[in-house]
T-cell receptor
Framework: QKEVEQDPGPLSVPEGAIVSLNCTYS??????FMWYRQYSRKGPELLMY????GNKEDGRFTAQVDKSSKYISLFIRDSQPSDSATYLC????????????FGQGTILTVHP | EPEVTQTPSHQVTQMGQEVILRCVPI?????FYWYRQILGQKVEFLVS????????KSEIFDDQFSVERPDGSNFTLKIRSTKLEDSAMYFC????????????FGPGTRLTVT
């Protein structure tokens, strides 16, 4: 079983739509959860960082973590064409010293 | 806004050659990392580094790989004898304090081994 699973998509939505991106993970030791955005041939850009379960909001972005079901989500409200990118979830925790375990990434296209 | 920088942006090398990839982490960060991403695949952890020592390394990080912080600003990844399968994007990342702090990534070095 893969440690972090993410549907690669691609996902295509119209401008203004609410986007829901999701990951599941298998390692119960994970306590830190991140979402990164990656444009083509660029480095991952940190969007959201959460610890343990709960919600975190930053502008149009909301991250949710449900540790009981090992499920993490990123919601994007009022999506824009500039949001078109690959979204990566990443998890960390346990005895690892900062090792991030990434999902495959979901390719998102927001069309005008 | 402070950022992680990496040089070169693209490196082409022949199989068996040594390469050094360079990174300048964010200045007040204490934890440093290398990751790689083979085209079309996941970002994979290679190594973490703190206080001039490797904290953790993955199975990928074998004896062909080494890391160094040669001075107060640079952080390098050396591959001693490159193989075709080392072709990938290599990302450096850094975080400020705690080992699970927010990690900020550089733009990457694309390594092509021919």
């Amino acid at each position: 079983q893969k440690e972090v699973e993410q549907d690669p998509g691609p996902l295509s939505v119209p401008e203004g739509a609410i986007v829901s991106l999701n990951c599941t993970y298998s390692n119960s030791a994970f306590q830190y959860f991140m979402w990164y955005r990656q444009y083509s041939r660029k480095g991952p850009e940190l969007l959201m960082y959460t610890y343990s379960s709960g919600n975190k909001e930053d502008g149009r972005f909301t991250a949710q973590v449900d540790k009981s079901s090992k499920y993490i989500s990123l919601f994007i409200r009022d999506s824009q064409p500039s949001d078109s990118a690959t979204y990566l979830c990443a998890c960390a925790g346990g005895t690892s010293y900062g090792k991030l375990t990434f999902g495959q990434g979901t390719i998102l296209t927001v069309h005008p | 806004e402070p950022e992680v920088t990496q040089t070169p942006s693209h490196q082409v090398t022949q199989m068996g050659q040594e390469v050094i990839l360079r990174c300048v982490p964010i200045s007040n960060h204490l934890y440093f990392y290398w990751y790689r991403q083979i085209l079309g695949q996941k970002v994979e952890f290679l190594v973490s580094f703190y206080n001039n020592e490797i904290s953790e390394k993955s199975e990928i990080f074998d004896d062909q790989f080494s890391v160094e912080r040669p001075d107060g600003s640079n952080f390098t990844l050396k591959i001693r004898s490159t193989k075709l399968e080392d072709s990938a994007m290599y990302f450096c990342a850094s975080s400020e304090i705690a080992e699970f702090g927010e990690q900020y990534f550089g733009p990457g070095t694309r390594l092509t081994v021919t």
